[in-house]
């Protein structure tokens, strides 16, 4: 039984898949809640399959990129479950799980871009072949530096309609597809570790100034 949730948008977004299909799946979009809303919602997961914690058979989980403190409660709740059951952890990169959905769904028919949220007035941002491969990115970058009339799935097409006229869904990752994504070999795995894009904002201090 694979285990599978995301953090790196600001939806919160959990799921069960038993090797066949998705069996529970829980997603809340709220931005400033991932530390208090993502244990409950995978116990709410686990009890609607009527499972514990030790059926489990492997994690998967959305390594961004995306804002640091709601990543950080994924991967460290990845890697924590994975130590503790003893099974695999394997990270997917948030913005391929979108572009798996977008073509599953229909949403696209030719090659496209994704671009999520990063604050501070940028975008996440990758492209994509019409069958969902990566061939560029993630790369974080200003709307405008990127701004194309095709089709741009997810949130930042939401956010930055005049750089993206042409959005479209799914807006944020569902945690079912980040699943099916792990069981098929959808897309590159990567180990549960942040796809950070930014420099920390703290910087170590420089050494002082030897005095004469």
């Given at each position: 039984?694979?285990?599978?949730?995301?953090?790196?948008?600001?939806?919160?977004?959990?799921?069960?898949?038993?090797?066949?299909?998705?069996?529970?799946e829980?997603?809340?979009?709220?931005?400033?809640?991932?530390?208090?809303?993502l244990?409950?919602?995978?116990?709410?997961?686990?009890?609607?399959?009527?499972?514990?914690?030790?059926?489990?058979?492997?994690?998967?989980?959305?390594?961004?990129?995306?804002?640091?403190?709601g990543?950080?409660?994924?991967?460290?709740?990845?890697?924590?479950?994975?130590?503790?059951?003893?099974i695999p952890?394997?990270?997917?990169?948030?913005?391929?799980?979108?572009?798996?959905?977008?073509?599953?769904?229909?949403?696209?028919?030719?090659?496209?871009?994704?671009?999520?949220?990063?604050?501070?007035?940028?975008?996440?941002?990758?492209?994509?072949?019409?069958?969902?491969?990566?061939?560029?990115?993630?790369?974080?970058?200003?709307?405008?530096?990127?701004?194309?009339?095709?089709?741009?799935?997810?949130?930042?097409?939401?956010?930055?309609?005049?750089?993206?006229?042409?959005?479209?869904?799914?807006?944020?990752?569902?945690?079912?597809?980040?699943?099916?994504?792990?069981?098929?070999?959808?897309?590159?795995?990567?180990?549960?570790?942040?796809?950070?894009?930014?420099?920390?904002?703290?910087?170590?201090?420089?050494?002082?100034?030897?005095?004469?």
């Amino acid at each position: 039984m694979l285990l599978a949730f995301d953090t790196a948008t600001p939806a919160v977004t959990v799921a069960l898949y038993d090797g066949q299909q998705v069996v529970a799946e829980r997603t809340t979009v709220d931005a400033m809640r991932h530390g208090e809303l993502l244990a409950p919602a995978i116990t709410a997961v686990l009890e609607e399959a009527g499972l514990v914690r030790q059926d489990l058979t492997a994690i998967a989980v959305g390594v961004g990129p995306g804002p640091f403190t709601g990543l950080r409660v994924g991967l460290m709740t990845a890697r924590t479950l994975g130590a503790v059951l003893e099974i695999p952890v394997y990270g997917v990169c948030t913005l391929d799980v979108l572009a798996v959905e977008a073509v599953d769904t229909g949403t696209v028919d030719g090659p496209f871009q994704v671009a999520t949220d990063a604050r501070r007035k940028e975008v996440y941002v990758a492209s994509y072949d019409r069958d969902g491969i990566r061939l560029t990115g993630p790369d974080v970058v200003k709307p405008a530096a990127v701004a194309t009339d095709g089709p741009v799935v997810g949130r930042g097409a939401v956010l930055y309609a005049e750089s993206f006229p042409d959005g479209r869904g799914p807006e944020n990752p569902s945690a079912g597809v980040l699943a099916r994504v792990v069981a098929e070999e959808r897309a590159e795995l990567y180990d549960p570790e942040p796809m950070y894009l930014r420099r920390p904002d703290a910087a170590e201090p420089h050494k002082p100034k030897r005095v004469s």
